[in-house]
């Protein structure tokens, strides 16, 4: 099963940076390849989170990183005499600042409404992402809890919160996206430091959780199509969204009337 995994999870991973040959990216809209660039091709938006998921799925079936996984344990973590739930707080902390700005008078790439369907719909591409994923791999977590390490669910919620903070706030200053994604990347640390997590499932998870938020930066357009059409169209619309934080289920919905 977990050879199964890793081939299909490297496959996608191999996929996206393919992407580069199809489409591209361009003011939150799929164009036409013939206006390809340097600066926005598909291929340097989705290496690093491909990486990342790729090098989690390798993880799974190899010895080596295994190894690399053991080292970064001891490395980290230490003695593993103390525990922290720092984590289960930060991981929320770059999306919420996106929230904070706002209220602060930074304005953010999109208004609230948009923004936030947008944080909905990285939530539930990545919790749904991150539960497959978890049942299908059966990975022990380090401290032989359970079988639901791979990957990191905190982990892949700081990251989608940290692309979130850095796709709002780009045009503004980097350094807001820069400092969500310090916070994101001390989540993943304390997942190991707290032996929850290995290496692997916290790079798994940041890669997720980056590629959760790139989707749905590029589908909004069409969701905003569907949802509430153009200035003359007058219609019902409603969006629901599942979400899952590692501990908690829910359900995030809007309505149009």
């Not at 005499?81 to 919420?96: K, L």
């Not at 190991?192 to 930066?217: E, F, M, P």
Request: net charge positive; glycine share 10%; aromatic share 10%.
């Amino acid at each position: 099963m977990k050879k199964n995994i890793t081939f299909w999870l490297s496959m996608c991973s191999v996929a996206c940076l393919h992407a580069q040959e199809k489409i591209i990216i361009g003011h939150d809209t799929l164009v036409n390849q013939t206006k390809i660039t340097k600066e926005s091709s598909v291929y340097r938006k989705l290496m690093v989170p491909a990486v990342l998921v790729g090098y989690g799925a390798i993880g799974l079936g190899s010895d080596e990183l295994r190894n690399i996984n053991s080292k970064v344990r001891v490395g980290v973590n230490g003695s593993r005499g103390q525990r922290t739930n720092i984590d289960d707080y930060s991981r929320y902390v770059p999306a919420a600042s996106v929230y904070a700005l706002n209220l602060m008078g930074i304005k953010g790439k999109h208004n609230f409404r948009d923004r936030t369907i947008i944080l909905a719909t990285s939530q539930l591409i990545m919790c749904g992402s991150v539960m497959g994923l978890k049942s299908l791999s059966a990975e022990e977590r380090p401290d032989g809890s359970t079988n639901n390490s791979f990957p990191s669910g905190h982990t892949a919620t700081a990251f989608a919160g940290a692309e979130f903070l850095w796709q709002e706030y780009k045009d503004v200053s980097v350094w807001y996206g820069v400092a969500g994604y310090v916070v994101a990347t001390g989540t993943g640390l304390l997942r190991i430091y707290n032996d929850r997590h290995w290496l692997t499932d916290v790079a798994a998870g940041a890669g997720i959780g980056i590629l959760s938020t790139k989707i749905a930066y590029w589908i909004y357009p069409w969701m905003q199509e569907q949802l509430f059409g153009t200035k003359e169209e007058k219609k019902f619309s409603a969006l629901a969204a599942p979400f899952y934080n590692g501990e908690q289920v829910g359900v995030t919905a809007v309505l149009r009337f």
